[in-house]
């Protein structure tokens, strides 16, 4: 690892990590240690390092001191709509835009107001009920219940009612943040309507005379403004803040995270599995229970604006098991995928209806990772990041605490593996005042680090050696002798080195140990377009690389900027392997090649029943 930071020398691991950045250009990285909060400020100095000063976030009054405490469930952060949003199984939703962590949603209140005939005023006969709200900055809340009717009467003279309720007070639920309150009135049981605002907390009586200004023609008392519930995790959504707890989803207003209609929530049919996690893919929002893939779209709007969310079951039948291990990235060949630590410890992509295994080829690296221990279950704490082309995993090796890492390299399918590396939560910087960063949040105290550089260098990577074969080329005909001229291979990675493995069957002549003689040549495909020259790349095919060879732009291959590589060696049969190791220069990456395998004296096509190709990748510093 590189540099550290030390937001507080505490015994608890670090939960979240999470970098917040505001539409003014402010920013701060947020660490979750224990039952607190701290945010820091970084930006690089003038030598390229990162600094942060770190400094607790207090809680506003309304927000229980029990916040956060205990062990047992992790905390999420996610940004939405220039707010940063803390949710944690058991807790209060909360927000935090700089200042006071605060908690989301506007609690009505908890008793109704009372009305009292008083003479004088205007107010025809008739039977009078009130209702209030509470209005804050972010919005206004359900109303309380009805006041006990209060009856007017016109020969009386008695024709006011004193509307009373009880003081709000700031340390109390709802909140610090509300300003004042929203009176409605109904007659004779109709609808309840806007007839009076007040902008203080001092005053509590407000006298409904029959006014003019309190008439009843203001807009009806809302009914769907309520608080949300508690949540295990949540995510912006197509305007949506959706939070998700046990088996059900919840979804706010769209462009009012606020409010939470009660009628806002799908159980998916999930035979009670709880949701594990969730990420956006395209148009979806995809969710994983611990065998099960399901996926939601946004679907009508009701005529008070209100988004109604669709759920699909999909073909997938593998789920995930760490919530933070979900991550879209995006996939060679093809559009984003999900990448998800799964039950089995394999790392799985979700492609928005199947899912595939991408870690098979790393089977007995795979194999270390921890799924239980006296101390619990820990798979379930493996984190991830997508960040420089590569999905980072960082899980427990045999161990109780997470111990090591994974990096996968999505252009061109290498795995490294890194140990040493403690890390409970990882997260990305990326702006112009803090560089584009990689930081990890220690598994066992309170430290957290810069990973890698931006060169993906580290201390302890070791690749993972795999080996990726093809389908024999046999054209369906295998005991068939078929004449091969060219194959094509798409080569991927910006970084690495692919080596070409032949697999030949020769059943025709298996008195043979070999067939001397033959080229294998790689070049580039004549519709293809490199863009640069010869001396740029390979350098001569020698010693482990083949012997003898040599680079060589053939005029019968097109162009003096062409590349070709050539290695002379026997062709085993039988299915013996033979490495080729032919690096695999940076401009040459997402090329197509053509493979030939020539007679060196004649010219002829090579003769074979089939061919199988092998291509392995690795990851070079």
């Known amino acids: 690892m590189e540099e550290y ?38 930006s690089l100095d003038s030598g390229g390092q990162l600094t942060a000063k770190f400094e607790p976030v207090d809680f506003q009054t309304d ?4 916040q956060f405490s205990g062990t047992a469930n992790d905390i999420f952060f996610a940004t939405f709509q220039d707010w940063c949003y803390a949710a944690r199984k058991g807790d209060l939703l909360t927000k935090y835009a700089g200042g006071l962590l605060k908690r989301v949603g506007i609690v009505a209140p908890i008793l109704a107001p009372t009305g009292t005939v008083a003479a004088g005023g205007t107010l025809a006969d008739g039977n009078y009920q009130y209702k209030i709200t509470y209005i804050s900055a972010y919005g206004e809340s359900n109303p309380s219940a ?3 009717a209060a009856t007017t009467s ?52 407000w006298n409904d005379t029959g006014a003019a200004s309190a008439v009843a023609t203001g807009a009806a008392a809302p009914s769907d403004h309520d608080p949300p519930p508690y949540f295990k995790g949540v995510i912006g959504y197509q305007g949506l803040l959706v939070g998700w707890l046990n088996d059900g989803l919840y979804w706010s207003k769209r462009n ?66 760490a919530p933070k291990s979900i991550k879209a990235v995006p996939w060679a060949g093809q559009a984003n995928v999900i990448l998800f630590l799964a039950p089995d410890k394999h790392v ?39 960040w420089d082309n590569h999905y980072i995993l960082c899980a427990p090796f045999k161990s109780n605490v997470n111990n090591a890492m994974l990096t996968l390299d999505v252009r061109n399918g290498a795995w490294t593996y890194h140990s040493d590396q403690h890390l409970s939560c990882v997260v990305i910087l990326s702006s112009p005042e803090d560089g584009h960063l990689l930081l990890g949040g220690d598994s066992r105290k309170g430290y957290v680090y810069q990973v890698f550089d931006e060169s993906m260098n580290t ?71 490199i863009g640069t020259t010869l001396s740029d790349n390979f350098a001569a095919l020698t010693g482990s690389y083949g012997a003898p060879g040599r680079v ?44 030939e395998i020539k007679d060196v004296d004649s010219g002829k096509d090579f003769k074979i029943d089939s061919l199988s190709l092998a291509v392995r990748s690795e990851r070079v510093k």
Request: net charge neutral; proline share 4%; hydrophobic share 40%.
């Open 5 to 42: 930071l030390d937001p507080a020398d505490l015994p608890n691991k670090v939960r979240a990590l999470h970098k917040y950045y505001k539409r003014n250009g402010q920013s701060y990285l947020l660490v979750a240690i224990g039952n607190e909060i701290f945010r820091g400020r970084t």
């Open 63 to 66: 927000v229980p001191a029990t």
């Open 146 to 148: 009805g006041s006990t």
């Open 154 to 205: 016109v020969a009386a003279g008695n024709q006011t009612v004193l509307v009373n309720w009880a003081a709000v007070l700031a340390a109390n639920v709802p909140g610090a943040d509300i300003t004042g309150v929203k009176i409605y009135r109904s007659l004779g049981g109709a609808v309840y309507v806007h007839v009076h605002t007040i902008d203080n907390l001092v005053v509590t009586q």
């Open 256 to 321: 009012s995270p606020e409010y939470w209609p009660s009628g806002n929530v799908i159980r998916l049919d999930s035979n009670g599995e709880e949701i594990i996690g969730c990420a956006v893919l395209g148009h979806m929002l995809v969710v994983f229970t611990s065998t099960q893939i399901f996926a939601l779209t946004a679907g009508g709007v009701d005529s008070s604006g209100n988004v109604f969310l669709a759920a699909r079951k999909t073909r997938a039948a593998i789920g995930a098991i």
């Open 348 to 386: 799985w992509a979700f492609t928005g209806e199947d899912a595939f295994r991408v870690s098979t080829k790393i089977n007995r690296t795979i194999d270390r990772i921890s799924k239980k221990s006296v101390a619990g279950s820990l798979i379930t704490d493996a984190c991830a990041e997508f």
């Open 459 to 529: 201390d302890d990577g070791v690749p993972i050696v795999t080996k990726m074969r093809t389908k024999s080329f046999d054209m369906g005909v295998p005991e068939t002798d078929k004449r091969i001229r060219k194959l094509y291979y798409d080569f991927e990675g910006a970084r690495g080195v692919a080596i070409i493995t032949t697999y030949v069957d020769n059943d025709t002549d298996q008195q043979e140990a070999s067939i001397p003689g033959y080229t294998l040549y790689l070049s580039r495909d004549p519709n293809s377009s």
């Open 552 to 595: 060589l732009a053939d005029p019968a291959w097109g162009t003096a900027n062409a590349f070709q590589a050539r290695v002379n060696y026997d062709i085993e049969v039988i299915n013996v392997d033979n490495d080729r190791y032919i690096p695999l220069p940076a401009k040459m990456v997402g090329k197509t090649f053509a493979i």
